[in-house]
């Protein structure tokens, strides 16, 4: 078996490892803030410890690539984040105004 073999490489922001929606960059975000294979087995008890050396091997051997990878998909989230705050759905808008009115009925019960 090929160490590619463990996950599904959906496009190249996009690594997964195969079987399971989990992203490699979650086992390595865990790694980088100093979790032991064993602990992250804690925080993502669908995946099994072959699977999370798997990750951290394809990491150790990729580690440029990854960590641009990893840069990538960081700024991507900030963007995502960043246009949800500018543009919040209906849903979050509805949420914000209920907030507001429930604050108010606080403020005016005192």
């Not at 440029?64 to 759905?89: F, G, H, T």
């Amino acid at each position: 078996m090929q160490l590619e073999d463990y996950f599904e490489f959906i496009d190249p922001d996009d690594i997964r490892i195969k079987g399971h929606r989990i992203g490699i960059d979650n086992v390595i975000q865990y790694y980088l803030q100093g979790y032991s294979p064993e602990q992250i087995i804690e925080e993502l008890p669908s995946l099994n410890l072959e699977k999370i050396y798997a990750t951290l091997t394809y990491y150790l051997h990729n580690r440029v690539e990854i960590d641009a990878y990893m840069l990538r998909l960081a700024k991507w989230r900030e963007q995502r984040y960043q246009e949800s705050l500018a543009n919040p759905s209906p849903l979050m808008q509805r949420l914000r105004a209920l907030k507001v009115q429930r604050e108010q009925e606080l403020l005016n019960s005192w």
